[in-house]
């Protein structure tokens, strides 16, 4: 094919727009993400992210839950973009106080470690919301689940937005349609919703955040609700924790579909999952297939870690991941 530099008065406009366009399809193409992203410019990146990763996790087994959700909950507001690490400033209140965060958001010592040996393996190259998205998936295989390709070249946001992180967070007390609203939002399908909330199967929950289901939802197992309300008064000891999935708290499996089909999620959100709705098939599905699940869980991963990422030009690569450059 002829070079640019062989253009002429003479050349068709069509074949000039036809080179232009190609020109702009190429620089999009180039802007985004690609499992190789560091490869030449940091190729020790994602083992450095890995062994900081597997080491929290040794040291405290509920940090790998803590850790994938700081991906989930940078992932709903802004996009991947590192915006829910960033402490608040003059200019803008960040995501750190919002109801779905405030109190609950864990493990911003670990991400803030990683970081620090980052840059001193190559100076302002790996994002801060890579770094989420790696940290994600290796908590999960430290827990004992499954892996995925992560795809790389996300950038840092420079604001953060406290109202987004109220209002685009699914909520504790989110019904069956307010979830599957939720999600679609973000342009993840309702079968992705099932298998993201799967995450469930290790972690633990504030007392306010099921207080009310277990005074007051009827589709809960008495012998559950039970146990849960000598430790989560109807007032008072907001903080008190309870594991989401009491069966295997500390595993990545699929006690916590099992747990639906036995009355027994810890969360209003989680038993809407299963109960006569829409859901129902494919929480039995993942209760009875362990690879079904697997599979399905990293593959919504990877299409929640591609939400709305800065790329190319856009945004920037922090330094500090709590604070802009």
Same mark, same amino acid.
């Given at each position: ?25 190429? %620089? ?32 405290? /087994? /509920?940090?790998? %839950? ?22 608040? #400033? ?7 106080? *919002? ?42 295989? *430290? ?10 070249? /996300?950038?840092?946001? #420079? ?41 469930? #199967?290790?972690?633990?929950? /504030? ?38 999935? *009491? ?40 209760? %009875? ?37």
């Amino acid at each position: 094919m002829a070079s640019l530099s062989g253009i002429s008065s003479r050349t068709p406009l069509a074949l000039f727009f036809f080179f232009c366009c190609c020109c702009c399809f190429a %620089a999009t193409a180039s802007a985004q993400l690609s499992s190789s992203f560091y490869n030449a410019s940091c190729p020790n990146a994602l083992p450095i992210i890995q062994s900081a990763v597997k080491a929290a996790v040794a040291k405290e /087994r /509920r940090m790998g %839950a803590s850790l994938l959700r700081l991906h989930f909950h940078d992932c709903f507001v802004q996009g991947c973009d590192g915006s829910v690490l960033l402490d608040d #400033t003059s200019s803008f209140t960040g995501e750190k106080t *919002a109801g779905p965060n405030n109190n609950s958001l864990r493990g911003f010592d670990v991400v803030d470690a990683i970081k620090s040996k980052l840059e001193s393996a190559c100076n302002q190259v790996v994002s801060c919301a890579d770094i989420l998205a790696v940290a994600a998936r290796d908590s999960v295989v *430290a827990l004992g689940g499954p892996s995925w390709t992560v795809q790389l070249g /996300r950038r840092d946001s #420079t604001t953060a937005s406290f109202s987004s992180a109220n209002s685009d967070i699914p909520r504790p007390d989110f019904n069956l349609t307010d979830l599957i609203s939720a999600f679609s939002n973000k342009g993840l399908a309702t079968t992705d919703m099932v298998a993201l909330s799967g995450a469930h #199967t290790v972690g633990q929950a /504030r007392c306010t955040t099921f207080r009310a289901r277990i005074y007051n939802d009827t589709d809960i197992d008495s012998s559950l609700a039970a146990s849960l309300r000598s430790s989560c008064p109807s007032s008072g000891d907001d903080d008190s924790l309870a594991p989401l999935d *009491a069966s295997t708290p500390t595993a990545f499996d699929t006690c916590y579909y099992r747990n639906l089909l036995s009355n027994k999620g810890l969360l209003h959100s989680d038993q809407q999952l299963h109960g006569g709705g829409s859901t129902d098939s494919q929480v039995s599905s993942y209760a %009875a297939n362990s690879a079904k699940f697997f599979g399905d869980f990293a593959s919504a991963m990877v299409k929640m870690g591609s939400i709305s990422p800065l790329t190319g030009s856009s945004g920037e690569i922090r330094t500090n991941c709590r604070k802009t450059n």
